[in-house]
């Protein structure tokens, strides 16, 4: 509003010291408008938006009694003369508000998180798991057949499926979404049974969501 005004003052003070005549010797047109001299539609620049006429700086044609008597006395607008479009012009790039950009907020509904969930299930299920684990060697050595299987050095925790879920398959679960009674403790590939909601509606011919992991030696 301080802009505003100052830019109204300023404008009244040219107004008021605005000559009659201009350089060629042409009577101001703001002088017909004031005298009531009749025009069709008179050019003047808008120093304040006004709706259904035009926004702040533009040329707009209006009819000089509704220029005098109105827009003229509360400063609103001011002929399209050189000396006032250089002024708003210059006012323009001082006071001119910057637009703020408008952020949006999108709701997301249930229906697209059912769509998440359900794609990071599938994601899961089709997915291998690979962790790289120290083996035992002394047992690994004291095996009596090939065909026995070989022993961790220590055993896989949830925790480290869970983590190792996130980092691979870019997936967030808990402990509690894998159905794992006892650790991984020997080299092999395992079918990790999901314990996910029943909401997810599961691929055709499937009765659970599992997860396969193949534990390797490093």
Known sequence: M???RCGRNAIQQIVRGASV??????????FHACQGVRYRKLEVILTTSIEKLGKAGETVKVAPGYFRNHLMPKLLAVPNIE???HLIREQRKIYQPQEVEEVKVVTETVEDKMKEYEA??????NALLVLRRFINVEKL?????KDEPIELRSPVMKEEIVSEVA?????????????LPNPLTNVGEYEVPLRLPKSIPLPEGKIQWTLNV???CK
Do not use: Y
């Not at 005549?21 to 703001?30: E, I």
């Not at 398959?169 to 159905?179: A, F, K, N, S, T």
């Open 2 to 4: 301080s802009s505003i």
């Open 21 to 30: 005549r201009g350089s060629d010797g042409g009577v101001h047109p703001l």
């Open 83 to 85: 000396k006032f479009a």
């Open 120 to 125: 990071a299930a599938k994601r899961l299920d």
């Open 141 to 145: 050595r004291a095996r009596a057949t």
């Open 167 to 179: 980092r691979q398959l870019c997936v967030q679960i808990d402990p509690e979404h894998l159905h």
């Open 214 to 216: 193949k534990v390797r």
